[in-house]
């Protein structure tokens, strides 16, 4: 009954499209207060841009994140630093096309800070395209919630519109086995339902049968 409570979870929490519980980014500015990567519809991934030095952190073999994104004029490295972090919330969709341009191993995610799950499901819908950042997100980061084995790097379908080349949480066998299981759960719950009501029936019984015998000696 617990798995099927997390599984059920879990499908709730798959479809969320507002803000998911995460760290907060530091560095990031105060636009909103909380200084987490979790308000608006882009900006959900808490990128490290900079070094332990204060330097802008290498994302591939040279460039930074602001020569890849042609925003090195109004780079905002001392705004990080004056915040006391090395990281930024930046666009989840810049994001996606620095990992295809310049592979998963030169992304630098702070995964508690950044929204994964809804940023998952916004790559997840938007085609094959974006499966190599579907995958760099199951690589770099935790996922306690998603039901991906251990022995594969590619997330199980969490829903029936999930991409066809994302194979499913469980096989026919599996599934057909735990309908058994939960068919049981619910069995040995009426069981114990029955038993409970019988006792207290026989509860209410013996009470009312003293309650008559008290007042038959009173009455004499």
């Not at 879990?10 to 519980?21: E, F, H, K, N, T």
């Not at 073999?61 to 004056?82: P, V």
């Amino acid at each position: 009954m617990g798995r099927i409570a997390t599984c059920f979870a879990a499908l709730l929490l798959s479809g969320r499209s507002v803000q998911g519980d995460v760290e907060v980014c530091p560095g990031e500015s105060g636009r909103w207060g909380d200084y987490k990567c979790n308000h608006d519809e882009t900006n959900r991934v808490c990128a490290n841009l900079l070094d332990s030095a204060g330097k802008p952190l290498p994302w591939g073999s040279e460039s930074d994140f602001w020569e890849l994104t042609g925003q090195k004029e109004i780079q905002w490295d001392k705004e990080i630093l004056s915040n006391h972090g090395t990281s930024s919330c930046i666009s989840m969709w810049t994001t996606a096309r620095l990992i295809l341009s310049v592979g998963c191993e030169d992304i630098h995610i702070n995964c508690k800070a950044s929204d994964i799950l809804y940023i998952f499901n916004k790559y997840q819908y938007a085609g094959a395209e974006l499966e190599p950042a579907r995958k760099c997100l199951l690589d770099a980061c935790p996922r306690p919630f998603l039901f991906v084995s251990d022995s594969e790097s590619t997330l199980s379908a969490l829903s029936e519109e999930s991409d066809a080349s994302i194979p499913k949480i469980a096989s026919a066998n599996r599934r057909a086995g735990l309908g058994q299981t939960v068919q049981a759960s619910l069995a040995s719950g009426a069981l114990v339902i029955a038993l409970l009501a019988a006792f207290a029936a026989r509860q209410l019984r013996q009470v009312h049968s003293e309650q008559l015998s008290v007042e038959d000696a009173a009455a004499e």
